[in-house]
């Protein structure tokens, strides 16, 4: 082909371009930011994760990006501040916010509503009495881990405050070494960090999953206002989390694939331990449990009477749930 007919062709192609976005403007458009939060690396938390991987945020049109912030009262306050349209993580925080007045948040999704945490500790550590007097490391002060140390000890008889050193961490990944490391007794961990320490020599001492804590373990939290002004890419997020959720109950080789990118663990018999006792406390259809934030407003409430008056449902905005549930996408 000549110089010339190839100018001519591409002319004409950069014309017929401009013609299509002229009378078509929403076929031809960069995909939509939004930009999310998560407050821990566990696989509860791994939705947005499989999303990525699956290709679900581009084939809903999103350009999203995932940031971590590894506490869930930090991750309120981003949230709060605009430095995120939406987050995966604890609702302790976010129902603190929101007891404390910012009634801006709100809560669209839940994605696990009880504690699935436990107590591992050195061989010699058979019995929950045995924790007595020992440090036991929780990734942060307040937060989920910390929560059901004390709630599990608690319906044990026993009292966090008094009977055990805790020992703040800063994270899962932190809880898991320093418990390696012989610098703490035992550790609260979640799935996979409950197994990979089994995998390490270390024993049970309180199982979790048993005691069904109910709370808001892992919840989709945004913005009124976010909602006001771009509910539309909200919705297409939500689409991506309810495509994400049938994978994280059908595939399991995929969800191991992904877990195992993203939290660098390759032992399959560690991401196996996990997704078995994790995947029957994760929501199907991400329904929000009220009983769930419930328990955060019990938390609160003796230090701030305000949580005595709030109830669970003004928390919470289900449109995106009844969307889903009437489009048949669950």
Not at 265 to 286: G, H, M, N
Request: net charge positive; hydrophobic share 45%.
């Amino acid at each position: 082909m000549c110089a010339k007919h190839s100018r001519l062709l591409r002319t004409f192609a950069e014309v017929l371009l401009f013609g299509l976005v002229a009378v078509f403007p929403n076929c031809v458009r960069a995909a939509d930011r939004l930009t999310g939060l998560h407050s821990a690396q566990v696989m509860s938390q791994s939705m947005p994760w499989i999303a990525q991987e699956a290709g679900l945020f581009k084939k809903y049109d999103l350009d999203f990006r995932l940031v971590f912030i590894p506490s869930s009262p930090v991750a309120t306050a981003a949230t709060l501040n605009g430095d995120a349209e939406i987050g995966v993580t604890g609702a302790v925080g976010n129902v603190r916010a929101f007891v404390q007045g910012f009634t801006d948040l709100v809560f669209i999704a839940g994605m696990k509503n009880i504690l699935t945490h436990s107590v591992l500790g050195k061989p010699e550590i058979k019995r929950p009495e045995d924790l007595k007097g020992r440090k036991v490391a929780v990734g942060r002060f307040g937060g989920n881990t910390h929560y059901f140390v004390i709630q599990a000890l608690k319906r044990l008889g026993m009292d966090a405050t008094k009977d055990i050193q805790t020992i703040q961490t800063g994270g899962g990944p932190e809880t898991l070494a320093a418990l390696v490391s012989g610098s703490v007794d035992a550790a609260g961990l979640v799935a996979p960090g409950d197994s990979a320490a089994v995998a390490r020599g270390f024993r049970y001492v309180i199982n979790g999953p048993e005691m069904r804590i109910p709370y808001g373990a892992t919840q989709v939290v945004t913005l009124r206002s976010v909602i006001n002004k771009r509910g539309a890419v909200i919705g297409r997020f939500m689409r991506a989390m309810a495509e994400a959720s049938k994978i994280i109950h059908t595939d399991k080789a995929f969800v191991y694939k992904v877990l195992g990118k993203y939290l660098r663990i390759t032992d399959t018999k560690v991401l196996d331990a996990a997704y078995q006792s994790e995947i029957p406390a994760l929501e199907r259809r991400l329904e929000i449990s009220d009983a769930a934030l419930q328990a955060s407003l019990d938390e609160i409430a003796p230090l701030d009477p305000r949580a005595k008056s709030i109830k669970p449902q003004e928390m919470i905005d289900r449109r995106y749930l009844v969307e889903l549930e009437k489009s048949g996408a669950f």
